[in-house]
């Protein structure tokens, strides 16, 4: 059963990834995603988003829906949201990154 | 539905990798991992070493201190906006919840023909796996005059503890409309801009308690980090107060007297009347015993922070030589990131990823005026190399620099939760 989800998963992802358009939208994007991976980026994230609780100016992560997780990303990569270092830290991620982190962090407990 | 099939699959694939990739380690033997230096390097490898293989790997964590007090965010404690304790850090995090085992003695030698750390007991402990992060050394003859013996009449407090509450009961003290000295270290060196946010702190105190004092910066190099902000907001926040004196301007400091407080250049003698002294720098001398140093500094591989002279010790922070990236306690913990990744996927077959790191810098200048600079770096063949680079604008609205400091503040709570929790 797990094999057959694993290869519908794959096929499902070749075809969005062959057929898609430049612009990928937030859930095409969580589907290229890999828990692994977004596990290894996210620790990245963890040096200023604390994962123990909220904090004041920047935003606790852990928990987040990860449309939303994609939607703020994108729009640091575009630049459209203003924060440099969240700019720096968007723009050199790629889609599958993105879609990464956003699993990942969606896995986590948030801030009660 | 496609989450949990994923997972399952990564399960599969880590336990098949392991098993196909390390047939040399015999069943039932936990792999062992010493970490020496609790610091932002050390404390973030050994946690997350120890989070990530959840038992699979033993972590040990040399570190003679039993409370940290972080280097970052010392000199926000010398402006007087924070007091001492909020700055100290203990282990117990890392015990309790990681299950590190956190040793609290000096690390004295490393024999790494027989893969073993000694202690200053006499006792020793065996690794597969060494990481290295003692952070810095002084070199205090690189200044004629300046010494350990005289460090308390002129603290350099660049390694944090006692030196920082003594330099800040000296501001304190300091005689009114008196001559404050502060002398920077010569590159390379820890925290860039670390001398000259110490000097907008201390020209913050000033104001609200001596406020016709002076402060002279007698400085070894001719143009330093995020010098047009820090220019600007003294120009704005403490004007007539600090005098910058470029190394091309005054010639050399020549001696250090700390009998009679004076500092010698071509261009005067200065004297003063409090003084913060902070000479040049090299790795911890742990890096040095354990063999992995080329000259000052230790040489490491950009794509996993493993040394160039042992495959089987990493350096972290400031005792590597990371090239583009500053020695900054941001730097070690982004590091320590990708050494972890590279040991846990060494010992325990687990994956291992590309070598990412990033730096930011935050500087306080005035309340609520503060600056950052920051950069993203990949581990290239050669060095690490900068990948994309930030810095304040001269133009930036209060708002922002309000902003930045708040930013500051969480950057400081989630990086020693991301070390110690």
């Known amino acids: 059963m797990k094999i057959l989800l694993f290869v519908i998963f794959l096929l499902t992802s070749f075809c969005k990834f062959a057929f898609s358009d430049e612009h990928l939208d937030e859930q095409q994007i969580i589907a290229m995603g890999d828990i692994e991976y977004g596990e290894y980026l996210g620790s990245e994230c963890a040096t200023c988003h604390i994962q123990t609780g909220e904090s004041a100016g920047i935003p606790a992560i852990n ?12 729009a640091y990569r575009s630049k459209l949201m203003e924060n440099p270092v969240m700019q720096m830290i968007a723009g050199r991620l790629n889609d599958e990154q993105i879609g990464s982190l956003a699993l990942y962090f969606s896995t986590l407990e948030p801030p009660k | 539905m496609s989450k949990i099939s994923r997972r399952a699959f ?15 380690i015999s069943l039932g033997a936990v792999p062992r991992v010493v970490v020496i230096g609790g ?21 040990t964590l040399v570190e003679a201190s039993k409370r940290y007090y972080t280097c970052f965010f010392s000199n926000i ?14 282990y117990y995090g890392l015990a309790v919840n990681q299950g590190v085992n956190v040793v609290h003695e000096w690390a004295v030698y490393v024999d790494s023909a027989a893969k073993k750390v000694n202690l200053g007991s006499g006792n020793s402990i065996s690794y597969d796996k060494l990481v290295v992060s003692p952070g810095i050394d002084l070199k ?12 308390d009449k002129m603290p350099h407090a660049w390694k944090s503890g006692t030196q920082v509450q003594l330099l800040r009961n000296q501001v304190m003290n300091m005689k009114q409309g008196g001559t404050f000295v502060m002398v920077p270290p010569p590159n390379p060196y820890r925290c860039p801009p670390g001398p000259y946010e110490r000097v907008s702190m201390i020209a913050h105190q000033f104001t609200q308690s001596n406020p016709t004092a002076k402060i002279v910066i007698l400085d070894p190099k001719p143009k330093f980090s995020k010098q047009g ?29 700390a009998s009679t407080m004076e500092f010698e250049t071509d261009l005067d003698t200065f004297k003063a009347d409090a003084a913060c002294v902070v000479p040049a720098q ?5 890096a040095m015993a354990a063999g992995v140093n080329n000259g000052d500094w230790c040489p490491i591989i950009p794509t996993s922070m493993q040394s160039q002279a042992d495959e089987n010790i990493y350096v972290l922070g400031d005792a590597s030589v990371a090239k583009s990236m500053p020695k900054s306690g941001f730097s070690a913990n982004s590091q320590a990131k990708v050494a972890a990744n590279h040991i846990r996927g060494a010992l325990t ?47 930036d609205s209060s708002d922002t620099r309000a902003a930045n400091y708040q930013e500051s503040i969480d950057w400081y709570n989630g990086i020693t939760s991301d070390m110690f929790s």
């Not at chain 2, 704005?236 to 050399?252: A, F, Q, T, V």
């Not at chain 2, 770096?377 to 900068?386: K, L, P, R, S």
């Open chain 2, 140 to 151: 205090y003859d690189s200044i004629n005059g300046y010494s350990a013996a005289v460090q």
């Open chain 2, 282 to 286: 090299k790795a911890g001398a742990i």
């Open chain 2, 349 to 395: 077959g687990s994956k291992v990823f590309d070598a990412r790191y990033s730096n930011t810098c935050w500087s306080l200048i005035a309340p609520n005026d503060d600056v950052k600079v920051g950069a993203s770096y990949v581990g290239g063949t050669e060095a690490i190399d900068v990948e994309s680079k930030f810095i304040s604008q001269a133009d």
């Open chain 2, 77 to 90: 404690y010398l402006g007087g906006f924070r007091n001492y304790a909020s700055i100290g850090h203990n």
């Open chain 2, 39 to 59: 610091g932002a390097g050390g404390a973030t490898a050994a946690r997350y070493i120890a989070k990530d293989a959840g038992g699979a790997v033993h972590v």
């Open chain 2, 10 to 24: 990564t399960g599969i694939a880590a336990a098949s990798a392991a098993t196909l990739a390390f047939p040399s």
């Open chain 2, 229 to 257: 902000l820090f220019e600007a907001g003294w120009q704005k926040h403490y004007p007539g107060m600090i005098e910058w004196i470029s190394s091309e301007d005054h010639g050399g400091l020549k001696n250090v007297n």
């Open chain 1, 63 to 74: 928990g987040m829906d990860a449309e939303v997780f994609v939607a703020l990303m994108l």
